[in-house]
C-alpha cells in the first residue's frame, strides 16, 4: 500500500478528486493547507501599504491505495493539477505498512 500525498492549488481540486475517483480509488481527505515553496509568496498593497504574504492557500489532498495503482494516482494528479505556472505544487508517494479500520477490524487492503 502507499499513501499519496498532494499539494495542489485550490482550484483544482475537483479536476483532481474527479480523477482520482474514476480510477476506483474509495476514499480521499482534503485540508486547506498554507504554505510555500519556491515561489515564496508574493507582495500585494492594501490601503497603500505594501505588505508581504509568505503563505498561500493550498489543498491537501491524502490518499492510500495499493501499490499496483498508486502511479496511475500520481499521473492523474500530475496531469490534472498543471498549470504550468509556479506553485502548481507536489505529489510525495509514502509506504504504508498496515492500515485497519476501526469500525469493523478490517485490516491492510480490506481496510482501504
Given at each position: 500500500m502507499k499513501k499519496i500525498?498532494?499539494?495542489i492549488k485550490p482550484f483544482k481540486l475537483d479536476e483532481v478528486k474527479d480523477a482520482?475517483?474514476?480510477l476506483g480509488v474509495s476514499g480521499i481527505t482534503?485540508?486547506?493547507?498554507?504554505g510555500f515553496g519556491r515561489q515564496k509568496g508574493h507582495k500585494e498593497?492594501?490601503?497603500g501599504a505594501e505588505y508581504v504574504v509568505d503563505f498561500l492557500?493550498?489543498?491537501?489532498i491524502?490518499?492510500?491505495?495499493p501499490?499496483?495503482?498508486a502511479p496511475q494516482v500520481v499521473e492523474a494528479i500530475k496531469e490534472k493539477a498543471y498549470t504550468g505556472e509556479i506553485g502548481d505544487g507536489k505529489i510525495f508517494m509514502i509506504p504504508i505498512?498496515?492500515?485497519?479500520?476501526?469500525?469493523t477490524g478490517e485490516e491492510d487492503r480490506d481496510a482501504i
Open positions: 500525498e498532494a499539494i482520482i475517483l474514476k482534503m485540508s486547506e493547507v498554507k498593497i492594501y490601503r492557500p493550498k489543498i491537501r491524502e490518499v492510500v491505495v501499490a499496483e495503482l505498512e498496515k492500515a485497519v479500520r476501526i469500525r
